[in-house]
């Protein structure tokens, strides 16, 4: 061999060596595959943004053109081709252009696992309409709430639901909103009118043309116009979107099942799923079954799986990749963690320090425990946490920029709230996320808790100052303090009231419960009360929340004259010690 060739092929390993041991040093490849990842999705949208065609409709009508026998759905046993979604969705398009629903309308929508929420998205979308997404576990005071502040003209619903539409029913006669009966059992035949809707029977709906709508009501559509108002957890986003934007199929189930998980992803033969991190747990409580390990899934991707159980629910059911990412529908910004081993594993994102050099948005500042406001140097700037120490993250917005935050709809003293300024330099703005983390020396991100004001359970958002304005107001009740509570074996937190009782008051549960269920979706309903004799206050007149959450549902913690209740059925009972240690062994099922 050649000196020359000799030296080029030392250059070489000795290149390919230093390359190994700096990705090994500051995990380089994982910070170039997330960077080229961010600029592929940038690229797209400046060309759908060139091409006019950056509405959402597009990324599903360019799939149904290209391969419209394609398989878009995997419901009960059933195929729905794109096509055939998109017939569908185009007959009810009609109709509601029928109805004078035009562009920028809001149009409600409460709809189950099924086809027909699909159907009824795209309809919606397809006319230039906005869908808002309505959680279906409201009713009463909570659903009306979100018909009034997405001034809506239609309300489409499935007929499962009637009897929580009928909560609101003459309420939505005052504001001319009607109700509109679509869903699963309207597709079969042609039902009996629902006496508070009219129902869209076939009949109906065969009156009008299955041909494409006009794209002019897909054009001019800009970055920050509305896609949807979503006022529920939606997996519309972090699941089927995805699912679609890479040209897979959804297996779409009607409720989550644990003891048919496992038979479903062997028969639909399933390469991804996504998941919660309840959802996890759930799987992990199981027996043994026959089809945990005899699968196709690859890869899992989702949020809120707890380290606790990450790698005991990898090595069980041998899942090789994990994605956990962090996110919020409002956030502008998210963290991606793809795992495949114990380094990493439990953390809800990686930003390594080629990736934070280039890309420094996201920040975790110190936070005032009693306050939950930043803490601040002598020159009035944010502190930012030392690797390994808890904060707040917060991520830069520019209203004219690539990262921005467009707020709350209608909602201007919500998307306030939301923004902190002059955080280290003057004049510049932050988003607040309300979510504490700490991040590791090697990049890694970990989720620690929620800032004071809300909290998650069973999948939900609670908002604390929705449910203390809900007791505050009951008779006998001078004073809630609401907050969540860890609870042994569960993920997220238990809501959790501190009552303080007007003077010579007592409570009756039973009623106290049904106003609760009246007032408040049922996941936000607290699931313990704990009766104090005085409320204490910080410096700045806010309750103190910071105490009673340390000491949570723990008796030992709590002194014996703060008796504790927790629900049971439709009542609250006394928490025992002994019923502390059930739920502490996991015997108990919130």
């Known amino acids: 061999m ?151 003209k239609l309300f489409l619903f499935d007929p499962i639901y009637e009897s929580q539409v009928n909560t609101i029913a003459e309420a939505t006669k005052e504001l001319n909103v009607r109700l509109i009966a679509y869903g699963e059992s309207t597709q079969k035949a042609d039902l009996a009118p629902l006496a508070i809707a009219l129902t869209l029977n076939p009949s109906i709906l065969a009156r009008f043309s299955e041909k494409d709508t006009s794209e002019e009501y897909l054009k001019g559509v800009q970055p920050n116009d509305p896609a949807y108002l979503i006022y529920t957890s939606s997996g519309l986003i972090v699941a089927s979107s995805v699912c679609l934007y890479a040209g897979g199929t959804i297996v779409l189930g009607r409720k989550f099942s644990a003891s048919r998980f496992w038979n479903d992803c062997a028969d639909y033969k399933v390469d991804v799923f996504t998941y919660i991190g309840e959802f996890c747990r759930y799987l992990l409580s199981q027996p043994y079954h026959s089809q945990e390990r005899n699968h196709n899934v690859k890869l899992v991707y989702g949020n809120g799986m707890r380290p606790d159980i990450w790698e005991r629910f990898r090595d069980r059911f041998n899942i090789p990749k994990i994605c956990e990412f ?106 607040r996320s309300g979510d504490l983390l700490k991040l590791s020396s090697e990049g890694y991100f970990y989720f620690g808790d929620r800032v004071g004001d809300t909290f998650r359970w069973k999948s939900e958002n609670v908002a604390t100052t929705e449910v203390a304005q809900a007791l505050g107001v009951y008779p006998g009740i001078g004073e809630a303090n609401v907050y969540g509570t860890q609870v042994p074996n569960h993920d997220g937190r238990a809501g959790m009231a501190a009552i303080v009782l007007k003077e010579g008051s007592t409570l009756d549960f039973k009623e106290l419960y049904q106003y609760l269920r009246k007032k408040l979706p049922k996941y936000a309903i607290p699931v313990f009360i704990r009766f104090v004799p005085a409320m204490e206050i910080t410096g700045t007149f806010k309750q103190q929340k910071v105490v009673f959450r340390n000491q949570g549902i723990d008796l030992s913690k709590i002194p014996e004259t703060d008796p504790v209740y927790w629900l049971n059925g439709d009542t609250y009972v006394p928490f025992t010690l002994e019923d502390y240690a059930r739920v502490d062994v996991g015997k108990v099922k919130l």
Request: aromatic residues 12%; glycine residues 8%.
């Open 2 to 152: 050649s000196p020359d060739f000799l030296s080029v092929f030392a250059a070489g390993i000795g290149g390919l060596l230093g390359s190994m041991y700096l990705d090994a040093k500051v995990l380089l490849g994982k910070d170039l595959h997330q960077l080229r990842s961010g600029a592929a999705a940038t690229i797209a949208h400046r060309i759908w943004a060139f091409q006019d065609k950056l509405h959402f409709y597009y990324r599903f009508k360019e799939k149904a053109k290209a391969n419209p026998h394609k398989i878009f759905l995997l419901f009960e046993g059933r195929e729905y081709t794109f096509r055939q979604i998109e017939k569908a969705s185009n007959r009810l398009a009609y109709w509601l252009l029928a109805q004078n629903i035009k562009k920028n309308d809001i149009v409600c929508m409460m709809h189950q696992n099924h086809p027909t929420f699909f159907i009824t998205l795209f309809a919606i979308s397809k006319i230039g309409a906005v869908p808002s997404l309505i959680n279906t576990n409201l009713a009463d005071d909570s659903l009306l709430h979100c018909i009034k502040i997405a001034n809506a």
């Open 326 to 431: 962090y996110a919020a529908t409002e956030a502008p910004t998210s963290l991606f963690n793809v795992n495949t081993g114990e380094m990493g594993a439990g953390a809800v994102g990686f930003r390594g320090k080629f990736f934070r050099l280039l890309r420094s948005e996201v920040q975790l500042i110190k936070i005032d425990p009693i306050t939950e406001q930043p803490l601040r140097d002598r020159n009035g700037n944010c502190i930012k946490c030392e690797f390994g120490e808890q904060g707040e993250l917060i991520v830069r917005i520019d209203a004219d920029g690539p990262i921005s935050f467009d707020g709350y709809y209608k909602n201007a003293g919500a998307t306030k709230k939301k923004i902190l300024s002059d955080v280290f330099v003057k004049g510049d703005n932050y988003f």
